[in-house]
């Protein structure tokens, strides 16, 4: 197949690609013909698109092209993106990567989607996961998993694995995820890409088939920094559709990037990173202590901090998110969306007949992962066991919020302006390599799910590669609706590390 526009050097972003369509230099139906022709040759090979919408978005293309000066101030004018198929886009396809949703087609749109389309950015496609975001790998997809551009024995990350793929193998300039625990993040990492998580409240829900409402946040994965901040520009700001966005005004995150972190504050967790608890990889650990020598480079002051409660984040987590799945994924049963499993009258064996629809729908419509979610969040939630399990891990999730207010603090705390620590212990792991191992899994989530537990904003950019050649990611958490820092910081790490926009090499393709 055709090499990506710039080649392994890095492909073109979405800042140059509005740019150009802008000026028009391009016309934005030959910017999206480009990635529809690479979609439809490529996606065999990484499974990243669970749906293309060629026809319509080549209409959009021309529509644009008709009216470029009425429209040239739109941000994201003429930039294909790809949409994670958890995030409902009208009369398309929208199933969560689930048997239960299949052939569902929501009758309205996601306040993300609209906002994205609005700004002149072009929905592709829609982008493969864990069965409704629940996973690392996108192993747990009723469409097979997503593969890794680096490696296609190896995993993209998940649960948004589809979304980093799509961006890391050039298929689309821009993905939208969605993040729960570290799905935005994981994959970003694994794939050598940026991945943002805003804070809670940030951007819209409205539209996001919800896995833990207390917890999830959409955000883009992207190249590059910069595009990282075009896009949060789209999406953030308050929707009358979701109460939990917040009226906070949106900066203007571009012109927060200036290439250096002179005066900034960057805390380090070392009794966690070093403990062994956390069960680091020496090439990750390698690779985070170059990001960090980066950042001290471009101006950053380095100071050592504690976070005590943070071993606990992934017991909390594994508490909280079920038991809000196991509330949320209650509404598919058959009746109102998608699979149904019908029953005969006289077949409901001493049960109603609805019943025996509801459970014989759930059985055949979910996959493994979700039915264990589920019975864990039930039980944690019931009648005896709520003291000892949900309520005691709600007072967990407060005290590890409390050691990022104290880190944070510039009176009684350290006064960080950001906590930087690996994305993941690991590199991108082998496909089947913790399928049967739930709680291997789950324990990759070590670094990313507190973010999700306090709302605060996280980043990831790439951090260098191990010595096999895979991408390690560095993340960043920030202050809450201070995403302006952690873009910036995350800018200034991009242009110190080596070899932040060397894209997989295609060349095998
Ligand atoms: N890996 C985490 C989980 O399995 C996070 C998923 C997510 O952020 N959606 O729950």
Redesign the pocket.
């Known amino acids: 197949m055709k090499p990506a526009a710039a080649g392994s050097a890095g492909a073109e972003t979405a800042t140059s690609i509005r740019d150009a369509v802008r000026t028009g230099r391009r016309s934005a139906v030959d910017v999206c013909g480009h990635y529809l022709d690479r979609i439809a040759e490529g996606n065999g090979r990484w499974n990243a698109l669970t749906a293309v919408f060629r026809d319509e978005a080549l209409t959009r293309a021309a529509e644009i092209d008709r009216r470029r000066n009425e429209w040239r101030d739109r941000p994201l004018l003429g930039v294909p993106i790809t949409i994670k198929d958890v995030i409902c886009t009208r009369g398309q396809p929208t199933t969560a990567a689930s048997r239960i949703l299949a052939g569902f087609r929501p009758p309205y749109e996601a306040t993300v989607a609209t906002r994205l389309r609005e700004a002149g950015a072009i929905v592709v496609g829609k982008t493969n996961?864990?069965e409704f975001?629940?996973?690392?790998s996108t192993e747990h997809s009723a469409y097979g998993p997503s593969r890794n551009p680096w490696d296609r024995e190896r995993t993209p990350g998940?649960?948004?694995g589809g979304a980093a793929a799509s961006v890391a193998a050039a298929l689309a300039p821009v993905a939208i995820g969605?993040?729960?625990?570290?799905?935005?993040r994981?994959p970003a990492a694994f794939c050598g890409i940026v991945g943002l998580k805003p804070t809670y409240g940030r951007v819209s829900r409205y539209g996001l088939l919800a896995?833990?409402s207390s917890?999830?946040q959409i955000g883009p994965l992207t190249q590059t920094v910069r595009d990282a901040a075009l896009v949060l520009g789209v999406l953030a700001g308050r929707d009358p559709r979701d109460a939990t966005s917040v009226e906070a005004p949106v900066d203007d995150y571009t012109a927060a990037l200036t290439g250096e972190a002179t005066g900034l504050r960057v805390g380090v967790p070392r009794a966690l990173l070093e403990s062994g608890d956390a069960g680091i990889d020496d090439e990750v650990l390698a690779a985070f202590r170059q990001a960090l020598d980066a950042m001290q480079a471009a101006g950053a002051t380095l100071v050592d901090i504690d976070l005590p409660h943070a071993e606990y984040a992934v017991p909390v987590?594994?508490l909280v998110?079920p038991a809000e799945a196991s509330s949320n994924l209650a509404r598919y049963d058959g009746v109102r969306y998608g699979a149904r499993c019908g029953v005969a009258d006289d077949e409901a064996n001493g049960g109603s007949p609805i019943s025996t629809m509801y459970d014989r729908t759930r059985d055949a419509g979910f996959g493994p992962?979700v039915k264990r979610?589920i019975m864990l969040g039930t039980y944690a939630l019931s009648a005896g066991y709520y003291d000892a399990y949900y309520r005691r891990a709600q007072r967990v999730r407060s005290l590890i919020r409390r050691d990022y207010d104290i880190a944070f603090d510039e009176a009684g705390g350290s006064g960080v302006d950001a906590v930087a620590m690996p994305t993941t212990p690991s590199p991108a792991f082998r496909l089947g390599e913790h399928l049967q191992e739930p709680l291997a899994?789950?324990l990759?989530?070590v670094f990313?799910?507190s973010a999700?537990l306090t709302g605060l904003p996280a980043i990831s950019v790439p951090a260098g590669f191990t010595g096999e050649g895979l991408p390690v990611g560095l993340q960043l958490v920030g202050r809450a609706f201070d995403e302006a820092t952690l873009l910036r910081l995350g800018d200034a790490c991009e242009s110190t590390v080596a070899g932040s926009r060397r894209r997989p090499d295609r060349a095998g393709e």
């Open positions: 996961c864990d975001a629940m996973g690392s998940g649960s948004s969605s993040d729960t625990g570290g799905s935005i994981q896995f833990a917890l999830d987590y594994y998110a992962e979610r899994m789950y990759g989530d990313t799910v999700n």
